[in-house]
């Protein structure tokens, strides 16, 4: 069963109510056993706890308030041991209550408890109870606020992720107009500074790629690998390799291949291959690498063509259509 607030607060008040009856009791029968300890105690001294009028200390019955008193010699030493007595009386009823406190020394403790009266208790308690409900008030209060401080939070983290959301939107639109920028920026680059032929430009890069990254990088650039695919296009091709690395040879890759069957060459764009330039040789007639090399570059002294393997990593060219 699950209790709420105000029956866990009457709960409380009602055990403390049963301890305060419990202490009550306790101190009222403490005040009796002391009482009756010291009257055993002065039993044999002939000192009474009762309480005497002040008028009659000392004074017979039998003697008026108006009658002269006459005292003897007889009277006065009866007087005199009277009060030896009496001061004998009190040094044994000193000692008596020496050894009491020496032998019980929680008896001294006794007066002061039961000095508290029980409605100074009942008020005390009554007191602490009612810091507690304060408590309690301000402890409800400081979770209220903070429940609402969570709401709000919570508010403004959906309205980050909101915002979050249309920011990365955003981010992606940027992103794709930087792509095309950069594909535009390839485009307009591979006609200034490569070389036209027809339709078409075509690019040489001096970076070493192997043959899949270097399509992917031709496409990054808004262009495609190199495919050459008339005698006129082809010498254009050779003849501004020629010109870009003499006196040296070097392997230019083409977008050609024949990956997909053995002996089948394809362009890059799936266009069977229909003219050749292998390189013819005495010695090295092209193609000769057969299933370990399937990837076509040209050499740029002649721009003959060679197979090679497609994992090796050379130069490449790319093309690109004409703008304008």
């Known amino acids: 069963m699950c209790l709420t607030s105000n029956d866990r607060m009457r709960k409380n008040i009602g055990v403390l109510f049963l301890f305060f009856c419990l202490v009550v009791f ?7 056993s002391l009482s009756s300890h010291f009257e055993s105690a002065l039993e044999g001294t002939g000192i009474s706890m009762g309480h005497h009028d002040p008028k009659d200390k000392g004074l017979p ?10 005292q003897t010699e007889d009277e006065t030493e009866m007087t005199g041991n009277g009060n030896k007595r009496k001061d004998e009386e009190d040094e044994e009823e000193e000692s008596v209550e020496e050894e009491k406190e020496q032998s ?21 308690f ?28 919570s508010n403004k983290v959906s309205n980050v992720e909101s915002k979050t959301g249309g920011m990365e939107q955003k981010i992606e639109e940027i992103f ?29 890069y001096r970076s070493y790629e192997n043959f899949t ?6 496409k990054e650039k808004g262009g495609r690998m190199a495919m050459p695919k008339d005698q006129p296009q082809i010498a254009t091709l050779a003849q501004f390799a020629r010109q870009l690395f003499h006196p040296g040879n ?64 050379m130069y490449y060219a790319c093309e690109f259509d004409v703008l304008y």
């Open 26 to 32: 306790q101190c009222n029968a403490e005040d009796k």
């Open 61 to 70: 019955k039998s003697v008026g308030e108006n009658q002269p008193i006459k």
């Open 104 to 124: 019980d020394p929680v008896t001294t403790e006794i007066p002061a408890t039961t000095n508290t009266a029980p409605d100074d208790t009942y008020t005390y």
């Open 126 to 153: 009554l007191s602490r109870l009612a810091d507690m409900d304060a408590a309690i008030h301000r402890l409800n209060v400081a979770y209220y606020t903070l429940d609402v401080k969570m709401s709000q939070l």
């Open 176 to 204: 794709h107009i930087s792509t095309e920028n950069q594909k535009e920026i390839g485009r307009i680059e591979g006609c200034q500074k490569g070389i036209r032929s027809g339709y078409k430009c075509f690019l040489i």
């Open 213 to 218: 990254s270097s399509g992917e990088k031709c």
């Open 250 to 313: 070097w392997p230019v890759w083409l977008g050609i291949s024949d990956q997909r069957s053995e002996g089948l060459y394809l362009f890059e764009d799936g266009i069977r291959v229909t003219f050749f330039q292998w390189r013819k040789h005495i010695h090295s007639s092209q193609p000769d690498g057969g299933r370990r090399e399937n990837c076509v570059a040209f050499s740029t002294d002649d721009g003959d063509w060679w197979d090679n393997d497609c994992s090796r990593r």
